[in-house]
C-alpha cells in the first residue's frame, strides 16, 4: 500500500463522514431543535438603554 493508496482511503472516509453529518441535519430528528435554534435572534426583548447606562465613562 502506498501513499496514493492511502489517500484515496482518506477522501472516501471523509466523504462518507460529509455524507453522514448531511443525512444527520436534515434528519426529521433534528428539524424542532435547528427550528427553535434559528429563532433564538427573534426571541430576545429588546431593552432600551438608560441615559445613565450609555457608555462606560464617568464623568
Do not use: C
Request: hydrophobic fraction near 40%; avoid cysteine; glycine fraction near 6%.
Amino acid at each position: 500500500m502506498d501513499l496514493n493508496d492511502i489517500r484515496s482511503w482518506y477522501t472516501v472516509v471523509l466523504f462518507a463522514v460529509f455524507i453522514g453529518i448531511v443525512w444527520w441535519a436534515f434528519s426529521g430528528k433534528t428539524k424542532r431543535r435547528f427550528h427553535d435554534a434559528s429563532q433564538l435572534p427573534f426571541n430576545e426583548v429588546e431593552h432600551p438603554l438608560d441615559d445613565n447606562k450609555k457608555g462606560d465613562h464617568h464623568e
